[in-house]
């Protein structure tokens, strides 16, 4: 899956979770754009991304993050292996 | 079996049983201050094609928080959601057996899910899912 597919399954994820959010969904996406983006939030969405998109993560690489495109190079980074 | 005394993996399963008193409908019925005619009336009940009152569906939601609370994933979880069909009615006096299995397990995100299901005999009562929150260290990844 390309970089593009990626960004496009993860948009479908935040429009159905965060289903208020109105905005754009880009690679600078962060929790600090979304409302609902809050723990119970991101705990939510990284189950969601594990399951759909077939991907494990630890809690060391979840902290790491600070924003959509950085969430996108790491799952690049685990479907390449 | 219950996990206490272990890491949390998928396929984990705990079963309860339990049996609905009339002094738990009373109780729940005080608690909620719900007299609807299904859960109170018999005669009600009965022209309604059912074979007497039907238990409340939160007083099967107290056992799956039971089971939860106390087994899987335990003292040391939080509830993030649950969902429940009612699938068939139970009656007072029955004895029933819930079921919960681990479906799915994120270390990453600390997340415990699981499927339940609620039977009586052969009748399915009521099935769903939980998601629960632990502490790190409690989940184990290998599938």
């Known amino acids: ?81 | 079996m219950s996990p206490s005394n272990r890491h949390i993996r998928v396929g984990d399963s705990v079963e309860h049983s339990f049996t609905i008193t009339e002094d738990d409908m009373r109780l729940f019925q005080k608690l909620s201050a719900d007299y609807s005619l299904i859960h109170t009336d018999s005669d009600f009940a009965g022209e309604r094609g059912f074979d007497g009152v039907i238990v409340y569906g939160g007083l099967l939601l107290a056992h799956l928080s039971h089971v939860v609370g106390q087994h899987l994933p335990g003292r040391k979880g939080t509830s993030a959601s649950w969902s429940i069909s009612y699938r068939a009615p139970l009656y007072v006096g029955e004895t029933a057996a819930l079921n919960l299995t681990v479906t799915n397990v994120s270390v990453a995100a600390g997340m415990v899910e699981g499927r339940y299901k609620i039977t009586c005999g052969d009748r399915t009562i009521a099935k769903g899912q939980t998601q629960s929150i632990v502490p790190a260290g409690m989940i184990d990844d290998q599938i």
């Open chain 1, 1 to 81: 899956m390309n970089r593009i597919g990626i960004l496009a399954q993860l948009e479908g994820l935040i429009r159905d979770l965060f289903d208020e959010y109105q905005g754009p969904v880009t690679e600078d996406l962060s929790a600090h754009d979304v409302e609902q983006w809050d723990s119970l939030g991101n705990v939510q969405f990284v189950v969601l991304i594990e399951k759909t998109m077939d991907v494990r993560f630890s809690t060391e690489e979840m902290a790491s993050l600070s924003n959509l495109g950085e969430l996108m190079t790491l799952i690049e980074r685990k479907k390449s292996l």
